[in-house]
Nanobody, 119 residues
Framework: QVQLVESGGGLVQSGGSLRLSCAASGSAFSIFTMGWYRQAPGNQRELVATITGGGSTNYADSVKGRFTISRDNAKKTLYLQMNSLKPEDTAVYSC???????????WGWGQGTQVTDSS
């Protein structure tokens, strides 16, 4: 059973930056496409960025040009660099392996990390 531990969230003013991390336990991390999801209060969870095992990335239009997803397979860690933050980025951010083109998660969820735009 893979466990996911997200960290790096916090309170930030509009236009600020944060870097999120997601540490995964277990083996075979490198073969999976990984993604960052977010869920704002009252909204469904949405997939905002993905990265394949080989490093190809894809982004939701809402974060394109502001967020950068990356991974360190040796450390089994996923990252999300968030720049030019906006109030609408406020959400709980979680990571997971992406099961299919619909963005369904493969594993159970970690606790997530809260990102709040304080403006």
């Amino acid at each position: 059973q893979v466990q996911l531990v997200e960290s790096g969230g916090g309170l930030v003013q509009s236009g600020g930056s944060l870097r999120l991390s997601c540490a995964a336990s277990g083996s075979a991390f490198s073969i999976f496409t990984m993604g960052w999801y977010r869920q704002a209060p009252g909204n469904q969870r949405e997939l905002v960025a993905t990265i394949t095992g080989g490093g190809s990335t894809n982004y939701a239009d809402s974060v394109k040009g502001r967020f950068t997803i990356s991974r360190d397979n040796a450390k089994k860690t996923l990252y999300l660099q968030m720049n030019s933050l906006k109030p609408e980025d406020t959400a709980v951010y979680s990571c997971n392996a992406v099961l299919n083109t619909l963005g369904s998660p493969l594993w159970g969820w970690g606790q997530g990390t809260q990102v709040t735009d304080s403006s």
